[in-house]
Structure formats: C-alpha cells, structure tokens
C-alpha cells in the first residue's frame, strides 16, 4: 500500500510538470512570434490575421449575425465599417482604426470581444498587420457576398420578341401570346371567353366604378360589329368616371386624407385640389412621364396643386411638436422622410426609406442613398400656397391697393385720435347728478350728450334721461322758494335731437315730473344726442339735476360726457359744465395711444391687469412726428420683458419688433395679470403715438390688458408717463367698437371723424370681402437646408453633407451641393422620368395589371427589391414597360391593351383541372375575379337606386359629423344630396374607417395601401344588409323600379334584376323573387340584391 501510494503521488508530479513544460513551450514560440512580428516580420492576413477574427470576431460579425451592420469575413464589409464609425480598418494607420481601438481598449465596457480580452500577442499581430498597409489578398474570403445590384429590376428594360405560337386562334393582342406561352409551358388552356353582357359589366366597373345602364347594355347587345367591344372601351375612357375610378387607386398608394393624422388629426382643409389634379391628369390622359413631373415640380408648370404628392403623409402640427431643438430636427427628419419613402415606394417600387438608420439590409441602397437623396427636398417644407398664381397676383393687387387707401384715410384719423389724458374724468351716476353754477339769467337750456357707457353686451347704444330739472334762484313771482321750471305743467317746451319712442320712453316724459325707467327719453342715436327747454320766460337759475334712472334700476344707457349751455337766446348759450368724452375702451385688434410730442430712446409698456391669464401683445409700434414706426428691430430696436412665457415659438418677445401681426407672432407675459416690455430705439427720437393689440388679425380677445401705462425714458434718465388707461371706456363688449372710436374727440372734430370713418369702414368691408385665393396643401419651397448623412438615423448626430443624387446603383450625376431647390427636384424628375430608368415603367405598368386582375404581374406592387416577389411573366412586364414608353407614356393606351385582350375577356369560370395546378390562376387560365372596392360598391348602390349625386371635384361632401380633431368622428347614418355624390369626393379621415363601408378593406390613409386586402368578414355583411344606407337606397331603388315598370311584381322583378345586375332573373329566381316582393315588398328584394356576389364582384 505504501508504494502503491507513492506511484499515485509521483504520476501526479510527472503529469503537472508536463503541462508546465507544454505552457512553457507554447509561450515561448508565442513570444518568438510577437518578437518576430515586433522586429518585422510580414503578417500574413490567412496565417496570421483570419485566425485571429474566425476565433474572436465571427459570431457577432460574420454570416449569421452582424452586430452594429459590421461584418468581418468578407474584404468588403469589413474595410467598410459599421453604422457607427465609417471604415473600420485604415491602412496603414493602426490607431485612427476603429477596430484596433476597440480590441486594445483598456476599458473593460468599451472593449471587444466583451467576454474576454484579446491577448497582447493577437493584439500586437493586428497592429502589425495595419501598420503594413491591412493586405488582405482578393480571393481568400471564405464566403463570397451576392451582388446586390445584380437584381432583374434594376437591369435596363429591353422589349423582348413577342412569342409566335402555333395555332394560335385565340390571341387578341401581344398581351395574349405572351400569357398562351406560359399557359402552355405549364400545360394548361385559357377559359372560354365570358358572356358579352359579363364582360361589359366588367370593363364598365372597372374602368368608371358605376355598373352598365340598361340602355348601354342594350346599345352593346344590339352591335354586332366586330368593334363593338373598342366602341365601349373608348366610350369608358372618355367618360370623366374614368378618372374618379383610377384616381382612388393612386390616391390609396400616396396615402391621401383630408387630415393630417397622429393623435389631434385636425383636418386638412386645402388637400382636395391634390385629389382633383389626379382626377383631370388621368382623365385627360397626361403621359405618365408629364405626370410624375407634375408631382415633383409642378409648382414651376403652372399645376400648382400636384406637388401635393410630396405631402400626403401624416404630418405633426407645430404644436405637436416639443419645442426643444432635438425635438423639431427629429420631426423635421420624420417629414423627409415620408417624403423619400413615398417617391421611393410609389415610383419607384423601392423601400428606400429602410436605409434612413443603416444600409437597406437585403438591396443595394445603403444610408448615403438615402441621404443624398432626401437632398433633393431639402427645400420642401408641409405647408399651403395659393392654387392659382393669376388669382393671387390679381388678389395681391386689389388689396394693395385698398390697404393704400386705407393707410391714407388712417393717417387722417390719427391726426384725430383725442389726445391721452393723465387726469382722472368726472364720473356720472345714474340715480342723480347736479350741477351747479353762478345764476344765470337764461330761458334756453341745452344738454349736449357726447358719449354714453357701454352696454356689457350690446356695447355702445342710445343713451337715456330720466327726469331734467332746472331750479330758479330765488323762486318765481308766485314765491321766494327755488323751483323746478323745466316741467311741462311750467309752460316749458322740450325737443330733442332725435326720439327712439316706445311706451316707456318718449321726449314728453323728461319734464313730466315723474321718475323711472319707465317715464325716460332715449336718443335715436347711439352715445350721442340733445335735449333743448325753452322756458316761457326768462328765469334766474344757479342748479340743474339729471339722472339716468332716479329709481336706481338701470345703469346701462347712461351719459358719460357731456355739455350744460344756457343762456336768454339760442345765440348766446353760455358753457355751464362740461364732461370731456373717454377715450375707446381697450381693443385685443387696435390700440391708439396719442400725446404730446416728446423725445426719448426708450419707452415702457407696463400691465396692469388683463381680462384673463397672462397677458399677451401682438406688434408694438412706436410712431416718431413723421409717420415711421420707430420701434422695429430692422431700424434697430431692441427689446427687453419683465419674463417670457415658456410656452411656444408662437409667443416670444421678439416678435412684438418683427413687423408681422397674429397670435402666432406674439409675446406672452410669464405672470397672470401682469407685466412690462421696453423697447430701446436705435437712437433717440421725437415720438407722438403708440399703437398697440392682443391680437391684430382679430382672432382672440383673451390675455388682453385691460389697465396699462405708457411711460418715456427723459435724457436725465427718469422715466415719465405720457399715457394710461385711465381716461378710457371700462372694457366691456367688443362690438360696436368703431362706433366708440371716436370717443373723446371735440364737438367740431366729430363730423370729420366721422365721414373718415365712414369711407374707412367701407374701405374695410371692401377688403375683407375680397375673394380671397383658394388654398392647396401642396408644399412649400425654400432655400435648401444642409443635408447630411445621420449616423443610425439620429439628428444628433450628423457626419458629412450631402449633395442630392440618385441611387448609385442605378448611376446619374450628382448635383452641386449648394444647388437650389427647383434645380434639385427638376434634376430628380429628371432622372426618374428617362426613358432608359428601368423600373419607373415597370413599376406603373404592374400597378396597372392589378388594378385591372386584382394582383400584379409582380405581386409586391411597392418593393420591386430583393425582398419583393419575382414576376411571373418577367417578359410580359418589360414589353409592356417597353410599349408604355413607346407610346408616349399613355395610361389609356395600356388601358385598351388590356381589356381589349382575351385574357382580360375569359370567363371567371373555375377548371379544376387548371385550379389544382395554378389555384390562385396567377398564370391567368381564367380571369379573376374580385370583390369591388368600397367606393366602387357605395357609388353603385347610389347608381342603381337613381341617387347617385355626379357633382365633380370641390371641397368633398362629410362622412362624419367632425371634419378633425379630438371630438371624436360620429359617423353621418342618413345623407342628403351632397352626401351621395361619388366616395372619392369624401373628406376622408386618416385612421377612421366609413362606418359602413370602412369593413370592406378601405386604406385609413396611415400606410401606403399598393393592393388592398380582400377580406371576407360577418361585419360586412351586416353592414350591407342592416345600415340605415342601405335600407334608404333599398327604398330608394323600389321606388325607381316602381316608375319604370309599374305596380306588376313580376315586371318589378325582371326590371330590379337588369338594372342591378344586368341581366334577366332566371325563371327560378323570378318566381322565388316575385313571391317574395309580394309578401314582403320590392325594398326588401332590392336590399337583397345589393348582398348578392354578383352585385359586389367584377364578374
């Protein structure tokens, strides 16, 4: 046991020093490496370098999985980087690599691999290796990268040989051979043509979107010529239904609504002229390639209203936006590219907005692309202009013009604006005023109304008197006692101005000797008016007392200003008392604040209380003796507040010196109720006038001072007041407000105020009634901004500019990096529109196939890429891109191609034969048929019971009872004759589905809608048979059947049966279906047949 356990012990030692020795060994050829390597040596990339990278670097960075978009076994990827640092291995420059940083990083969260370090000897054999210049030999990649630009979409378009088949009698047109050839490849037929009364159903459905009239049927049924079928089909392309078919389908691709989407979805009031220039281009069949030109520049082509192409995405209000500057860059990034995306995916078939953050990850599109790209509307901004250039010149000169006018007339006027008083004015009492005065022999007395207090709803009205008294001094020969003499049981004769007389007002009643509302006078004119007692004798008076109500029940109508005169005759009226008018309440449009000439560099706004909140300003001007508004910060003005409200861009100081007008060019206090601007000028100046307002353009009236002063900065530097609202109307209603204007003023400047006022007012009218220009949601265009490629997408971090160019894949010069907006997009248009760009062509004619069958020759319509579906008759496709071209770009001419082939005219009819080997007839053995769009089935439903309003173009008629906004969208259930023009003229709401017809498959505007689904779903069929639309056009549709074929059920049957379908009932369903109107009434077999397939599918 003894030597058996010091055996045990001794293999142990002997085994341990073994692997020491092994250590040692490897160690030691290690250092002589490094030592190697350090002294010289070349590294060489496959001894040396790759295994290094096969041990450390490919799980994360190799075929399967490419952490930060860098991968590391092939040449190309790995001297191109990741998304993070551009190149990752510079030759020749071991420490400006960023993969030699990262393997040498001596932080352990920074370094890779993260789970364990590289050892000094690899790390000194990547060092090395750069430091020689990185020679990675061509050739000894393990695997090989797919070229990604060797893809069938981006090779140039050449028209293939049409196939010539052996007998051949069934080909209409080239469309057919190259169909037959496939078909026969596969070793199936074609289907027998369909019934000439199908496929007229068909081509006029799919071509207008409205079902055949009976008397087209008949019109089609009687021709028996060989080109009966190319009548209709010109018939249809000419119709301006064609175009309100078509557009809907480019409309679902852009993602055109009325709103502008997200959470608040406000509407978009202005995009329909978009909708309607898509409607007129098709109808007018616009080549294609005009088209597209159209949409990218036609603000330089006079269709002002295409370029709403370029805006129909969903958009963030500005008030959606954080006002933080990261926050508007990532929106602003967020616009262009909706923009990138939908030119990309929309003309292209290309999903170029997946390399906004990386390299597209399956085609040959990487992040340069993308950016050099978005260059090119780098100058567009969402926005409205003006539809018509003529009517907004026309517009611009009238007003103009009146505004000319105008400023003459408001010159004239601030000549007689009263002058700022800083005194405090008498006030009036309602219930009693006396006025007393040295005795005065007189026997006329007159009481001159000038202004009256402002009703707090009705604002400046007729003023009111109550009982007028004129006390003698000392009695009448009948006593020695004061008395009244100005009563009519006196002898004393009133008359007035003018009488505003009802039961309880008349002149009589001033000097009746009773008191009250009740027994008053009221003028006949708003503020103003006079009264005149002539006594029977001459008297001695020293006191007369008035009052507006005496029992104390009203205070409205009460005179603020006015003159006492008396005297023995009516030429020789002596001045007893006077009240001088206030000045105009406060306005939240206009503010005059007129005074005395003085000189000053500085002047001080302060607040003292507002009508509500904060209180806000709109422009401030400061007017020197010559007419010039001093206070603009182009002549130098500056301005400082009392604090800011940190709300928006809308409200900041320095808009109130910027010389534009409007809420959103305001400044808003930080303090509710107060506050103070003051604006330094750039040198001092000679100033008389402060016109100020809440709100110039009058679209709010809260946050409005209400008490303010006006104080100027003197040379020794005290501050001196020169106005206030001390001398005002208390604020009240906010109507009549001109009428009070001219408070204030002299008696004898009143008249020539008033004329002024009068042409001004006018004048006004004339202005705001000028037809103002219609609006589009189309854009607008500005000087470009910088562009530059983000690294990951993120604002924040930008790496170099960009000049706008096209996809290098597909080759085309770049532009100068400072080129202007319209040279951007004319060059961008120019390059999508040649002749020789091979997918523009493609992608249009594919979109028009399956539009026509329901699925496209390539079945992705918007990503003709990698990741998109081959086609299934890739010779079709290019002859018809090639024919597309050929004939000028002409949408019609492929129209006729189509439905004029024999493919497009077989019947639907199911071969199970064929079905078991093409069940989705993609070969197209059969045509397939397909379930009406939405718009389609609504607009026939109109068509067929009489209803349908054909009212073109225009604003569009309400499928709700909102039009945005965060109300909620309650859906309209009963329409009137606006609401049943066609679907397309709907304003539609992004992300709101029509109640009715929404469940079957209708886009809500958020994504690009290339095919819509086909889904079949128990909501839509209680939809269609159970709305309150379809019960109103099911009576509808009786009570038309009932005027065309009489009170005979069975006559009403055949009748329903043609106009709705087209045809005739068979004697089965004519039987079942007369029994069944006569049980239960035409309605509920029209309702019946609005659910029926054959009704809502292409047959």
Same mark, same amino acid.
């Given at each position: 046991?003894?030597?058996?356990?010091?055996?045990?012990?001794?293999?142990?030692?002997y085994?341990?020093?073994?692997?020491?020795?092994?250590?040692?060994?490897?160690?030691?050829?290690?250092?002589?490496?490094?030592?190697?390597i350090?002294?010289?040596?070349?590294?060489?990339?496959v001894?040396?370098?790759?295994p290094?990278?096969?041990?450390?670097?490919?799980?994360?960075?190799?075929?399967?999985?490419?952490?930060?978009?860098?991968?590391?076994?092939?040449?190309?990827t790995?001297?191109?980087?990741?998304?993070a640092?551009?190149?990752?291995?510079?030759?020749?420059?071991?420490d400006?690599?960023?993969?030699?940083?990262?393997?040498?990083?001596?932080?352990?969260?920074?370094q890779?691999?993260?789970?364990q370090?590289?050892?000094?000897a690899?790390?000194?054999?990547?060092?090395?290796?750069?430091?020689?210049?990185?020679?990675?030999?061509?050739?000894?990649d393990l695997?090989?990268?797919?070229?990604?630009?060797?893809h069938?979409?981006?090779?140039p378009?050449?028209?293939?040989?049409?196939?010539?088949?052996?007998?051949?009698?069934?080909?209409?047109?080239?469309?057919?051979?190259?169909?037959?050839?496939?078909?026969?490849?596969?070793g199936?037929?074609?289907?027998?043509?369909?019934?000439?009364?199908?496929?007229?159903?068909?081509?006029?459905?799919?071509?207008?979107?409205?079902?055949?009239?009976?008397?087209?049927?008949?019109?089609?049924?009687?021709?028996?010529?060989?080109?009966?079928?190319?009548?209709?089909?010109?018939?249809?392309?000419?119709?301006?239904?064609?175009?309100?078919?078509?557009?809907?389908?480019?409309?679902?691709?852009?993602?055109?609504?009325?709103?502008?989407?997200?959470?608040?979805?406000?509407?978009?009031?202005?995009?329909?002229?978009?909708?309607?220039?898509?409607i007129?281009?098709?109808?007018?069949?616009?080549?294609?390639?005009e088209?597209?030109?159209?949409?990218?520049?036609?603000?330089?082509?006079?269709?002002?209203?295409?370029?709403?192409?370029?805006?129909?995405?969903?958009?963030?209000l500005?008030?959606?936006?954080?006002?933080?500057?990261?926050?508007?860059?990532?929106?602003?990034?967020?616009e262009?590219?909706?923009?990138?995306?939908?030119?990309?995916?929309?003309?292209?078939?290309?999903?170029?907005?997946?390399?906004?953050?990386?390299?597209?990850?399956?085609?040959?599109?990487?992040?340069?692309d993308?950016?050099?790209?978005?260059?090119?509307?780098?100058g567009?901004?969402?926005?409205?202009?003006?539809?018509?250039?003529?009517?907004?010149?026309?517009?611009?000169?009238?007003?103009?013009?009146?505004?000319?006018?105008l400023?003459?007339l408001?010159?004239?006027?601030?000549?007689?604006?009263?002058?700022?008083?800083?005194?405090?004015?008498?006030?009036?009492?309602?219930?009693?005023?006396?006025?007393?005065?040295?005795?005065?022999?007189?026997?006329?007395?007159k009481?001159?109304?000038?202004?009256?207090?402002?009703?707090?709803?009705?604002?400046?009205?007729?003023?009111?008197?109550?009982?007028?008294?004129?006390?003698?001094?000392?009695?009448?020969?009948?006593?020695?006692?004061?008395?009244?003499?100005?009563?009519?049981?006196?002898?004393?004769k009133?008359?007035?101005?003018?009488?505003?007389?009802?039961?309880?007002?008349?002149?009589?009643?001033?000097? @009746?000797?009773? *008191?009250? !509302?009740? %027994? =008053? $006078?009221? +003028?006949?004119?708003a #503020?103003? &008016? /006079?009264?005149?007692?002539?006594?029977?004798?001459?008297?001695?008076?020293?006191?007369?007392?008035?009052?507006?109500?005496?029992?104390?029940?009203?205070t409205?109508?009460?005179?603020?200003?006015?003159?006492?005169?008396?005297?023995?005759?009516?030429?020789?009226?002596?001045?007893?008392?006077?009240?001088?008018?206030r000045?105009?309440?406060?306005?939240?449009?206009?503010?005059?604040?007129?005074?005395?000439?003085?000189?000053?560099?500085?002047?001080?706004?302060?607040?003292?209380?507002?009508?509500?909140?904060e209180p806000?300003?709109?422009?401030?001007?400061?007017?020197?003796?010559?007419?010039?508004?001093?206070?603009?910060?182009?002549?130098?003005?500056?301005?400082?507040?009392?604090?800011?409200?940190?709300?928006?861009?809308?409200?900041?100081?320095?808009?109130?010196? @910027?010389g534009? *007008?409007? !809420?959103? %060019? =305001? $400044?808003? +206090?930080?303090?509710? #109720?107060? &506050? /103070?601007v003051?604006?330094?000028?750039?040198?001092?100046?000679?100033?008389?006038?402060?016109?100020?307002?809440r709100?110039?353009?009058?679209?709010?009236?809260?946050?409005?001072?209400?008490?303010?002063?006006?104080?100027?900065?003197?040379?020794?530097?005290?501050?001196?007041?020169?106005?206030?609202?001390?001398d005002?109307?208390?604020?009240?209603s906010?109507?009549?407000?001109?009428?009070?204007?001219?408070?204030?003023?002299?008696?004898?400047?009143?008249?020539q105020?008033?004329?002024?006022?009068?042409?001004?007012?006018?004048?006004?009218?004339?202005?705001?009634?000028?037809?103002?220009?219609?609006?589009?949601?189309?854009?607008?265009?500005?000087?470009?901004?910088?562009?530059?490629?983000?690294l990951?997408?993120?604002?924040?971090?930008?790496?170099?500019?960009?000049?706008?160019?096209?996809?290098?894949?597909?080759?085309?010069?770049?532009?100068?990096?400072?080129?202007?907006?319209?040279?951007?997009?004319?060059?961008?248009?120019?390059?999508i529109?040649?002749?020789?760009?091979?997918?523009?062509?493609?992608?249009?004619?594919?979109?028009?196939?399956?539009?026509?069958?329901?699925?496209?020759?390539?079945?992705?319509?918007?990503?003709?890429?990698?990741?998109?579906?081959?086609?299934?008759?890739?010779?079709?496709?290019?002859?018809?891109a090639?024919?597309?071209v050929?004939?000028?770009?002409?949408?019609?001419?492929?129209?006729?191609?189509?439905?004029?082939?024999?493919?497009?005219?077989?019947?639907?009819?199911?071969?199970?034969?064929?079905?078991?080997?093409?069940?989705?007839?993609?070969?197209?053995?059969?045509?397939?048929?397909h379930?009406?769009?939405?718009?389609?089935?609504?607009?026939?439903?109109?068509?067929?019971?009489?209803?349908?309003?054909?009212?073109?173009?225009?604003?569009?008629?309400?499928?709700?009872?909102?039009r945005?906004?965060?109300?909620?969208?309650?859906?309209?259930?009963?329409?009137?004759?606006?609401?049943?023009?066609?679907?397309?003229?709907?304003?539609?709401?992004?992300?709101?589905?029509?109640?009715?017809?929404?469940?079957?498959?209708?886009?809500?505007?958020?994504?690009?809608?290339?095919?819509?689904?086909?889904?079949?779903?128990?909501?839509?069929?209680?939809?269609?048979?159970?709305?309150?639309?379809?019960?109103?056009?099911?009576?509808?549709?009786?009570?038309?059947?009932?005027?065309?074929?009489?009170?005979?059920?069975?006559?009403?049957?055949?009748?329903?049966?043609?106009?709705?379908?087209g045809?005739?009932?068979?004697?089965?369903?004519?039987?079942?279906?007369?029994?069944l109107?006569?049980?239960?009434?035409?309605?509920?077999?029209?309702?019946?047949?609005?659910?029926?397939?054959?009704?809502?599918?292409?047959?």
């Open positions: 046991p003894c030597s058996s356990h010091w055996l045990i012990v001794a293999q142990i030692y085994y341990q020093w073994m692997r020491i020795c092994s250590r040692l060994t490897i160690a030691g050829l290690t250092l002589a490496h490094v030592v190697a350090c002294h010289g040596a070349d590294v060489d990339f001894r040396d370098v790759r290094i990278l096969q041990q450390q670097c490919y799980s994360c960075h190799g075929a399967d999985k490419q952490k930060s978009g860098l991968r590391l076994d092939v040449k190309a790995a001297f191109a980087g990741g998304e640092y551009g190149a990752s291995i510079v030759a020749g420059q071991p400006e690599s960023p993969l030699l940083q990262f393997v040498a990083d001596p932080d352990a969260d920074l890779m691999p993260p789970e370090r590289l050892s000094e690899e790390i000194a054999t990547l060092r090395a290796w750069i430091e020689q210049g990185a020679n990675w030999p061509d050739g000894v695997v090989q990268l797919e070229d990604r630009a060797d069938w979409s981006l090779k378009v050449v028209e293939p040989s049409v196939p010539r088949l052996p007998e051949d009698g069934w080909s209409h047109n080239e469309i057919d051979q190259f169909i037959l050839a496939r078909l026969r490849a596969e199936l037929r074609p289907n027998p043509p369909a019934e000439r009364v199908a496929w007229l159903r068909r081509v006029t459905l799919d071509l207008t979107g409205l079902p055949p009239t009976p008397q087209e049927l008949a019109d089609y049924v009687a021709d028996t010529s060989p080109r009966a079928r190319h009548k209709v089909v010109l018939r249809l392309l000419a119709s301006p239904h064609y175009g309100e078919r078509w557009a809907q389908h480019w409309l679902d691709v852009v993602r055109y609504a009325d709103t502008h989407g997200f959470e608040v979805n406000t509407p978009r009031p202005n995009a329909w002229p978009y909708r309607d220039y898509v007129d281009a098709l109808n007018r069949d616009l080549p294609y390639d088209f597209i030109r159209d949409q990218l520049v036609g603000d330089q082509r006079e269709q002002q209203a295409a370029t709403g192409f370029l805006v129909t995405a969903a958009a963030l500005p008030g959606q936006i954080g006002q933080d500057e990261e926050s508007k860059r990532l929106a602003r990034q967020d262009l590219s909706e923009v990138v995306a939908n030119v990309g995916q929309t003309i292209l078939g290309l999903s170029i907005g997946c390399a906004r953050c990386h390299d597209h990850k399956f085609d040959a599109i990487t992040s340069r993308y950016y050099a790209l978005q260059a090119y509307f780098a567009l901004q969402y926005g409205e202009r003006p539809l018509d250039a003529g009517q907004l010149r026309q517009y611009a000169r009238s007003k103009e013009r009146i505004e000319g006018e400023l003459a408001d010159k004239q006027l601030t000549s007689l604006e009263p002058l700022a008083s800083l005194t405090p004015l008498r006030e009036t009492s309602p219930l009693s005023n006396e006025e007393v005065f040295e005795p005065l022999k007189a026997r006329f007395v009481f001159t109304i000038h202004d009256a207090n402002l009703h707090p709803t009705l604002g400046l009205i007729e003023p009111c008197l109550d009982e007028f008294e004129i006390h003698t001094t000392t009695g009448t020969e009948t006593g020695a006692e004061p008395q009244n003499v100005a009563l009519a049981s006196y002898g004393t009133v008359t007035a101005s003018g009488s505003r007389e009802s039961g309880s007002h008349q002149l009589a009643f001033v000097n @009746d000797g009773q *008191y009250g !509302n009740s %027994r =008053s $006078w009221m +003028s006949s004119e #503020g103003q &008016g /006079w009264v005149l007692f002539e006594l029977p004798q001459l008297e001695e008076i020293d006191t007369v007392v008035w009052s507006r109500d005496r029992n104390g029940q009203f409205d109508r009460l005179p603020i200003a006015f003159t006492l005169e008396a005297g023995p005759a009516l030429d020789s009226l002596t001045q007893l008392a006077h009240v001088p008018s000045r105009a309440a406060v306005s939240a449009t206009r503010n005059v604040d007129r005074f005395q000439p003085v000189k000053t560099q500085r002047v001080r706004f302060t607040i003292e209380s507002t009508n509500s909140l806000c300003l709109d422009e401030f001007e400061v007017f020197d003796l010559q007419g010039t508004n001093v206070a603009l910060a182009s002549a130098g003005a500056t301005i400082t507040t009392s604090g800011d409200a940190p709300v928006s861009d809308r409200h900041k100081r320095e808009h109130l010196i @910027d534009r *007008y409007g !809420n959103d %060019r =305001s $400044w808003m +206090s930080d303090t509710v #109720g107060s &506050g /103070w003051e604006i330094t000028f750039a040198t001092p100046r000679q100033i008389d006038r402060i016109i100020w307002g709100d110039r353009n009058g679209k709010f009236d809260d946050r409005l001072p209400l008490t303010y002063s006006i104080a100027v900065e003197t040379s020794s530097g005290e501050w001196m007041q020169v106005a206030s609202s001390i005002r109307h208390p604020f009240g906010k109507r009549d407000a001109s009428r009070n204007s001219l408070a204030g003023l002299p008696v004898e400047e009143l008249a105020a008033r004329e002024l006022l009068a042409t001004r007012q006018e004048l006004q009218s004339r202005l705001d009634n000028l037809p103002t220009p219609q609006m589009v949601f189309a854009g607008t265009f500005t000087a470009p901004e910088p562009t530059h490629l983000l990951r997408g993120d604002p924040e971090q930008p790496r170099e500019q960009l000049a706008p160019a096209p996809l290098a894949v597909l080759g085309g010069d770049p532009l100068d990096i400072d080129s202007p907006d319209i040279e951007r997009r004319q060059a961008l248009a120019n390059w529109t040649s002749p020789q760009h091979p997918l523009t062509a493609r992608v249009m004619v594919n979109r028009i196939w399956q539009w026509h069958f329901g699925v496209g020759l390539v079945e992705t319509a918007n990503d003709f890429g990698r990741s998109g579906t081959r086609p299934t008759h890739p010779e079709l496709l290019d002859w018809l090639s024919e597309f050929e004939s000028g770009w002409s949408i019609k001419h492929l129209h006729r191609l189509i439905v004029l082939s024999a493919t497009y005219g077989q019947s639907s009819a199911i071969n199970p034969a064929a079905q078991a080997v093409d069940a989705d007839a993609r070969l197209l053995w059969r045509f397939p048929s379930r009406l769009e939405a718009e389609a089935i609504r607009d026939s439903m109109l068509a067929v019971s009489g209803r349908l309003n054909l009212k073109a173009g225009g604003s569009g008629f309400d499928l709700f009872k909102s945005g906004g965060l109300s909620g969208f309650p859906p309209i259930e009963s329409f009137g004759e606006e609401g049943r023009r066609r679907m397309i003229y709907a304003h539609k709401i992004r992300m709101e589905r029509e109640v009715v017809f929404g469940a079957f498959d209708c886009p809500d505007a958020g994504q690009s809608a290339a095919r819509r689904r086909q889904s079949t779903t128990p909501i839509q069929a209680l939809n269609l048979f159970n709305s309150t639309f379809t019960w109103e056009e099911s009576d509808a549709f009786a009570k038309r059947i009932t005027n065309e074929a009489g009170e005979a059920a069975s006559a009403q049957v055949r009748q329903a049966f043609l106009v709705c379908l045809r005739e009932p068979t004697s089965e369903e004519l039987r079942e279906a007369t029994a109107v006569e049980l239960h009434g035409l309605p509920i077999l029209c309702r019946a047949l609005f659910n029926t397939n054959e009704f809502l599918f292409l047959p």
